[in-house]
């Protein structure tokens, strides 16, 4: 399996905070993460926001960014500039959220989201990092804890590592601490474990068969 940064993301300075990626490690990023967010003293909302939107926590949410109507955002969580999450998204605590995003009626925590992510529908991201330019299909599930309840690498909860422009198919799963190169399909309906190289398709192909009724 493949570990190095630079494997996995190439547009690394152009994130709000490319600091949490002054690491050794991949999975060392999302503790940088939590320490960026715990230095965030106040909330502070530069965008816009619909009808019912409920805050709980510490928000930052950059210029350009719309947070539609029922949206649910708990802190401590930052948005970057001009995305546009909801309406009826579950934004909970731990996020780091880049510029540029669609979230849809999706539930997100603990994940660092880099510039330019698709995830226009319904599904759940946990403990995971998208790469740049990523896209995710309605209904994904980003699994991030096993069922034994047994550490994932070192981590108690890990979801997906997703490199670079990679896609994720509708109504497919990656199981937890599945690493994903960049430039990388799955294609709908997967379930998806370990680790998928760069540049490939991962095709979910079950057999079906018709049968006339009688």
Not at 92 to 100: D, F, Q, W
Not at 149 to 159: A, D, E, I, Q, Y
Request: proline share 5%; charged share 25%; aromatic share 8%.
């Amino acid at each position: 399996m493949e570990t190095k940064l630079s494997y996995y993301f190439k547009k690394i300075k152009e994130f709000p905070f490319p600091e949490i990626f002054d690491v050794e490690t991949i999975l060392e990023i999302l503790k940088k993460k939590d320490e960026l967010l715990s230095k965030f003293e106040k909330s502070e909302i530069k965008g816009s926001l619909g009808k019912n939107v409920h805050f709980d926590g510490i928000v930052i949410i950059e210029q350009g960014s719309r947070i539609l109507h029922n949206s649910i955002i708990e802190g401590p969580v930052y948005i970057g500039k001009n995305c546009v999450i909801g309406p009826s998204a579950h934004i909970r605590g731990g996020t780091v959220i880049g510029n540029n995003c669609k979230i849809g009626k999706a539930e997100i925590k603990g994940c660092v989201i880099m510039n330019n992510v698709r995830a226009d529908h319904f599904g759940y991201i946990g403990d995971s990092i998208l790469g740049d330019s990523t896209h995710l299909g309605a209904g994904v599930v980003t699994a991030n804890l096993r069922f034994d309840n047994k550490p994932t690498h070192g981590l108690r909860k890990l979801g997906v590592v997703l490199g670079d422009n990679s896609q994720i198919g509708v109504n497919s799963t990656t199981l937890p601490g599945t690493f994903i190169g960049p430039n990388t399909w799955i294609y709908p309906g997967a379930v998806v474990r370990c680790f998928v190289p760069e540049n490939s398709i991962l095709k979910w192909k079950p057999d079906l068969e018709i049968i006339e009724k009688k």
